[in-house]
């Protein structure tokens, strides 16, 4: 009866069109009542509510956040991004369909950068789908590639989910980030491949060769933003700073590369750039204080454990119980956004992970993997929606044009599920 009780009550609000945060304290309010009349506990005190959702928030892991977040911000507006793909067209732009390896090519370096699935897919839409536009190429399926390239953020290390997860399941972010190096690579290799065999049908001219002076310059130009992803991962892998510190370290270092490096970040737009930054964080804060609050009441009605009783047949096989849990995470991901999704079910079900045996952490990456391609799959589908508006087109041609690389990304997620040593041996070999 308690699942029910969290079920009808977190979509009940939902469907009032309450915003998720609020949804999840009235979830929280709903659990609470219904186990004090039950005699679960001794009553209903609001007092533990307000305890819970301020504890939610006052988590020093979490202060990562609003750093990656301005980082992505200095990124944009410094100049990095645009250096990036200039830096991805000097390469791989001659090849047919080269401007589609640019997207590819830059949305992996990008993601190793901001960690914001969002942030990425805006700016590498703003910079490339004009110019694959005048280029004639598909602007459905370019919105698509553009829009599947942009989701490998949240994977790729710096991620703002690795995070979130981490806080929630307690987890180690910095083993989470470095599982997350190898799957979010095979995502960027399948998209390419996908492009490969899509872009034999688009009928446009590759672009110019560039000569190796060229290359070379655009190299130079773009190696200090090369330099961060390298910088983050290496201080972490030598124990030289956390991900929390990790996070500041990237956001001065996008600061002065921006503002005094490439002087592309003038003095006068740095509060509007934190300021946005801010807002970001708030509502991600808000979502993860009242998550808390919901996650604290879902352990003390024991739901883990009923989940789990439900899933007695599978336990013992943890392949099969993993496949079953991704096909949940695929269907709660196209009606739920990114953060509420790994809020909500990550209290339900890490218990059961623990309990089969499962690794957290190969969890979590493969959890967190599946949340991000929910950000491309309609209804919700942010990223999808992001497209949408910086390429003017509805969204029925955007996911017509992502459907192939849709694909592409769920057959990464059924080869991790069935290869689980892909996610863990080279996170064990980075630790070494």
Known sequence: MTI????FSLLGAMALGMPIAYALLVCGLSLMAYMASNGMINAFDS?????RFVDGADNFPLLAVPFFLLAGEFMNAGGLSRRIVNLAMAWVGHFRGGLGYVAVMAAVIMASLSGSAVADTAALAALLIPMMKRAGYNVGRSAGLIASGGIIAPVIPPSIGFIIFGVAANVSITK????????????????GLTWWWVAKRENVQPGPRMNLSDKLKATREGILALGLPVFIIGGMKFGVFTPTEAAVVAAVYSFVVGAFVYRELPWSKLYGLILTAGKTT???????????????????????????????PLMGNKTLLMVVLMLLVVV???????????????????PLVIKAGIDPVYFGV??????????????????????????????????????????????????LVAFPSIVIEPMKWMLR
């Open 4 to 7: 029910a009780v969290f079920v």
């Open 47 to 51: 007092q533990i509510l307000a305890q």
């Open 176 to 191: 989470l980030f470095l599982a997350g190096i190898v799957p979010g690579l095979l995502m960027g290799v399948a998209i």
């Open 282 to 312: 708030a509502v991600i804060m808000f979502l993860v204080a009242a998550a808390m609050v919901s996650a604290w009441l879902i352990t003390v009605a024991n739901i883990p454990a009923e989940v789990a009783r439900m899933m007695e």
């Open 332 to 350: 709660v991901g196209t009606a739920l956004d990114f953060t509420p999704t790994v809020l909500i079910l990550t209290p339900v079900l890490m």
């Open 366 to 415: 493969l959890f967190i993997m599946n949340n991000a391609i929910g950000l491309i799959t309609p209804p919700v589908g942010t990223v999808l929606n992001v497209v949408c508006g910086v390429a003017k087109i509805n969204m029925d041609t955007a996911f017509k044009g992502v459907l192939p690389f849709l694909w592409a990304q769920l057959g990464v997620l059924a080869l």
